[in-house]
């Protein structure tokens, strides 16, 4: 049985109970909170993706988020009349920045990629506490037409399908056919599943590194400035707080080995899919707040434990 | 989530700081080099620097007539940087000190050295908790007891006293935040608020994200919900892009019926943008220069108070000396449309 089909089921398992549990759950309201969770956990988990199938891991991704998500802030800042598309653009630069160096410390300095990214985790959040001065990105910096992109988008049936999951839809597509024809993205797996064989086929470690930490990082900025968009500010210590550990949950759940050398987008989607699901249906079902903690860790290790048995079951046969 | 490993940041920051040898040293933020004469020499030394909130109590000792007046903000809010401009200061002559302490135990030392060279100490917002004697007063922002009921007051004089409502915290065990919803539970039996029905308190961790999530579900559980007190600034802002976004605030493009009404705790540059809008009628907050009027008045005055004592500052009013030498420097703020672009912090 093939992951993703896993991933599917439990989501369908978990909204048919949660549904029969609480009707409300199921309605336009509660999809659309659901679809407005994913937006950011989609586009920094496609550039985890890249990360997790060369074998390696990105843990400064939510310190990337905030300084983007800041520097652009601080742009509108200064100039208000900045065009948002423009914004994206900057905070796109910003993250690519920031992911060269995580690539950079992992290439030249030969650093193991957990213990390069916990440093920069600390590193890039100190940055952005320097940048903002310790202050946050009030609302009143934020344009209209850049908050708007959560309020607004696609809708049909009561429910909104926002601007904001559109872009995470876009980069999850591009995700998919850059690792699918790009030969770059195809060297991505071929370092993540052998790379002494990688080698020998002239496909370069380096070379692999710097694409998938640098597009890592460009993406954790892009949703830097999604973050200011869909919640109206940016606070240098709380911007992308925790955000790796979930962002790296819904690429295991997804079914992508964090080992590397595999893993689908569809999975990826998926898992994003399943902890909104997850996020949603813990506030929904009015669980005791002291309890949602760990009912949210169950369910992610319950969903891991699954596909480890399916693991070993292929493995058997 | 259970792994922090964020808490390595202040660690790591830590590290940086102290191998950078220039950002231990204390920044002056304003005030003239001293110069000697009679004019009485008073420091204000906040938790660190540029936090908008210490801006704004800095404002209050601004405004004073007849005093030297300066701010020494550490790089860091730690209380080891707020020691060494302590020692500084006492040796440069001030008369006075305002601080707004890092640490309730690890100043005391100096504090006691500097009392007992004469000079006033006074804490602002922060106080020495269980080490009040080693300051001469404490003026802290306002009566938290009174906080309860007055948000309860102004959700309720908005919802006409009548209806559903939810209270949107931090986390569940903030400790403000928890004695602050039980004064508004004790407020709720008054008669006044009988019609009015609190129906569910959820928490959203002062995480964004969380927060948004729990207003989104408080939409879909409580279609009768006529209002929101969100005593958290993460809080109150996610609510009110929630409300924005969905259009379901009192005026808004799908409100049913009456609308939503959201109020809470805030800032005003962090809530400006929705009470333009009218998103969010009104919210509350102290005012921070009201300690910092309050201090130059005692620091300037020389007064020596113990609990029990009264005393009228002018253009204030008339306050009392609590417990353990505290000062309640104000009465909560309400922000509205009318009042709101006054205020910058």
């Not at chain 1, 048919?16 to 609480?22: C, P």
């Not at chain 2, 922060?126 to 938290?144: A, K, M, Q, W, Y």
Request: with cysteine.
């Amino acid at each position: 049985m093939k992951r993703e089909w896993i991933a599917l089921l439990l989501i369908a398992i978990l909204c048919l109970a949660v549904g029969l549990a609480e009707p409300r759950y199921l309605q336009p309201r509660s999809i659309d909170s659901i679809l407005l969770w994913m937006p950011l956990t989609v586009v920094l988990a496609m550039g985890q993706h890249l990360v997790v199938i060369t074998g390696g891991i990105d843990i400064s991704i939510g310190s990337i988020l905030a300084f983007a998500g800041i520097g652009v802030g601080l742009l509108l800042k200064a100039q208000p009349g900045l065009p948002i598309p423009l914004a994206f653009a900057c905070g796109i630069a910003i993250g690519l920045v920031l992911g060269f160096v995580n690539a950079a410390l992992i290439v030249w300095l030969r650093l193991a990629p957990l213990i390069a990214t916990i440093g920069t985790l600390a590193a890039f959040r100190g940055l952005t506490f320097a940048l903002s001065k310790g202050d946050q990105i009030d609302g009143s910096t934020l344009p209209d037409g850049l908050t708007s992109l959560a309020s607004n988008g696609v809708s049909a049936g009561g429910v909104t399908v926002s601007w904001l999951l559109v872009i995470g839809l876009g980069v999850a597509g591009a995700t998919a056919l850059f690792l699918r024809f790009g030969a770059a993205g195809r060297a991505l797996f071929a370092v993540g599943s052998n790379a002494e064989a990688a080698r020998l086929r002239g496909v370069s470690l380096s070379k692999a590194t710097f694409v998938a930490y640098s597009t890592c990082g460009a993406l954790a900025g892009l949703a830097g400035v999604m973050y200011a968009a869909r919640f109206g500010f940016v606070n240098p210590g709380s911007a992308g707080q925790n955000f790796e550990l979930t962002v790296i949950a819904a690429v295991a759940i997804g079914g992508a080995k964090l080992t590397g050398g595999s893993g689908t987008v569809t999975g990826t989607l998926l898992g994003c899919l399943l902890l909104s699901c997850i996020n949603v249906a813990l506030s929904t079902l009015g669980i005791d707040a002291n309890w949602q903690l760990l009912a949210y860790g169950t369910v992610i290790l319950a969903a891991i434990v699954v596909d480890g048995i399916r693991s070993k079951a292929e493995v058997a046969r | 989530m259970p792994l922090n490993f964020y808490r390595l940041t202040p660690v790591v920051l830590a590290l940086i700081v102290s191998f950078g040898c220039s950002s231990t040293e204390p920044q002056t933020d304003s005030g003239p080099t001293p110069v000697a004469g009679a004019k009485m020499k008073l420091v204000f030394i906040p938790k660190s620097t540029g936090n908008p909130y210490f801006n704004q109590v800095a404002k209050g000792f601004e405004g004073a007539s007849g005093i030297e007046f300066s701010s020494q903000a550490p790089a860091t809010a730690d209380a080891t940087s707020q020691l060494a401009i302590i020692k500084e200061q006492v040796q440069r002559g001030v008369n006075a000190i305002a601080l707004s302490a890092n640490s309730p135990d690890a100043l005391n030392e100096a504090l006691d050295q500097a009392k007992a060279k004469g000079v006033m100490v006074l804490t602002v917002d922060s106080d020495l908790t269980g080490n009040e004697s080693h300051r001469d007063v404490g003026i802290l922002p306002t009566n938290f007891k009174k906080i309860g009921p007055a948000q309860i007051e102004l959700l309720g004089s908005q919802i006409g006293y009548e209806g559903e409502f939810a209270i949107l915290s931090a986390t569940t065990d903030a400790p403000n935040q928890n004695a602050w919803i039980e004064t508004m539970k004790t407020e709720l039996k008054n008669p006044k608020y009988a019609k009015m029905k609190l129906v569910e308190i959820v928490y959203g961790d002062d995480e964004p994200q969380k927060s948004s999530t729990e207003a989104e579900a408080l939409l879909t559980k409580h279609p009768k919900l006529r209002g929101i007190i969100s005593p958290t600034s993460v809080g109150l802002a996610a609510a009110a892009q929630v409300l924005d976004n969905s259009g379901l605030y009192p005026g808004g493009a799908k409100a049913t019926g009456q609308g939503i009404v959201l109020t809470g705790l805030s800032t005003p540059n962090q809530m400006k943008k929705f009470v333009e809008k009218g998103v969010v009628a009104s919210f509350q907050l102290w005012d921070p220069a009201d300690m910092g009027v309050i201090a130059t008045h005692i620091a300037s005055n020389k007064l020596t108070l113990k609990p029990g004592d009264s005393f009228e500052v002018p253009g204030k009013g008339k306050f009392t000396v609590e417990e353990n030498n505290v000062v309640y420097a104000g009465q909560l703020l309400t922000f509205n449309k009318e009042n709101i672009g006054k205020y910058d912090f």
